[in-house]
């Protein structure tokens, strides 16, 4: 069983819409993330939370917004996407403090994002 | 630029038979190296790393991995590959940024089927 839960699994949106995914864990990881995956494609790094604090921002288009509202919680909030933006979206956490990282990322099972 | 490579796109093998992935990485220093299996509809989870110490290192599943650093190479091996090994593999590499560790750069994965 997977420790980073996702939600929704499947997410079907119109172009003008507001919609979030959401991640949760309780693994008392302190370091979050957010990738991008496409079809037949790797995972690509969108954004990094480490201690709440957004670390880094891989130039992703203002339309994705992350929040970070607890060191459990990973929210990324959707508007006005495009068609291209369909994808899989993977959530992952990690240690974050360097003397206790093992290099594992924990990731959960995805939203597949549908854009109308 | 950082990048990892796997060269090949898929593989099939027999079930028992050996089995070895490519991964080649472009990196200014020893990066951490990962490799990751991701089923079907799943998120990715890790198999093994090397971040230091022994060349050789094992992993979950039976895998095992060589790092050598004359080649720049990370390649996984399985001495018998099992039906439910078929999946997509992703080499990664963990470029340190940002003070906190997890931010992956993906290989584009090698798709592996397993005949019986």
């Known amino acids: 069983d997977t420790e980073v839960t996702q939600t929704p699994k499947h997410l079907v949106m119109g172009m003008t819409n507001k919609k979030s995914l959401k991640c949760e864990q309780h693994m008392g990881h302190r370091a979050m993330y957010w990738y991008k995956q496409k079809a037949k494609k790797p995972p690509e790094l969108m954004f990094v939370?480490?201690?709440?604090?957004?670390?880094i921002n891989e130039s992703v288009p203002s339309r994705f917004s992350p929040e970070c509202p607890n060191s459990s919680l990973l929210n990324l909030h959707l508007h006005a996407l495009q068609p291209e933006d369909s994808a899989l979206y993977l959530c992952?956490?990690?240690?974050?403090?360097?003397?206790?990282?093992?290099?594992?990322?924990?990731f959960g099972e995805g939203s597949r994002l549908t854009v109308l | 630029a950082q990048s990892v490579t796997q060269p090949d796109i898929h593989i099939t093998v027999s079930e028992g038979a050996s089995l070895e992935l490519r991964c080649n990485y472009s990196y200014g220093a020893t990066p951490y190296l990962f490799w990751y299996v991701q089923s079907p509809g799943q998120g990715l989870q890790l198999l093994l790393k090397?971040?230091?110490?022994?060349?050789l290192v094992q992993g979950i599943k039976g895998f095992e991995a060589e790092f050598k650093r004359s080649q720049s190479s990370f390649n996984l091996r399985k001495p018998s590959v099992h039906w439910s090994d078929a999946a997509e593999y992703f080499c990664a590499v963990d470029l340190k940024r940002g003070g906190s560790q997890g931010n992956l750069i993906f290989g584009k994965g090698t798709k592996l089927s397993v005949k019986p």
């Open positions: 090397y971040f230091s110490g022994d060349t």
């Open positions: 939370y480490s201690y709440e604090k957004l670390s």
């Open positions: 992952a956490s990690s240690q974050a403090r360097a003397s206790s990282y093992t290099g594992e990322l924990f």
